[in-house]
């Protein structure tokens, strides 16, 4: 999933890149997936960055994937993202 919405994280992380040319790091979301597939919850775990407005526009965005439902329970899972500038 991560993979499939890369393009529109990293175009948050461009945007943010324009204001400050130095902005780069790793941040860690946990995220809690429900059953159907949508995001309960996200949360930024660490962050490298220090830039808030980066990093509740990028949860903002990440709350909108949807992983499809499966017969599971909810699961919570961790994930980094490298941001270096191109």
């Avoid at 790091?25 to 997936?33: P, Q």
């Avoid at 965005?61 to 941001?83: C, E, L, N, S, Y």
Wanted: proline share 5%; with cysteine; net charge negative.
């Amino acid at each position: 999933m991560f993979e499939r919405n890369k393009g529109a994280i990293y175009a948050i992380y461009n945007r943010a890149l324009r204001e400050d040319p130095a902005l780069q790091g790793k941040v860690v979301v946990e995220l809690k997936i429900a059953p159907s597939g949508g995001v309960v919850d996200c949360r930024v775990v660490s962050s490298e960055l220090h830039a808030s407005e980066l990093e509740s526009k990028l949860l903002a965005r990440i709350r909108q994937f949807d992983f499809g439902a499966k017969d599971v329970d909810t699961m919570v899972v961790t994930w980094p993202v490298d941001f270096l500038p191109s």
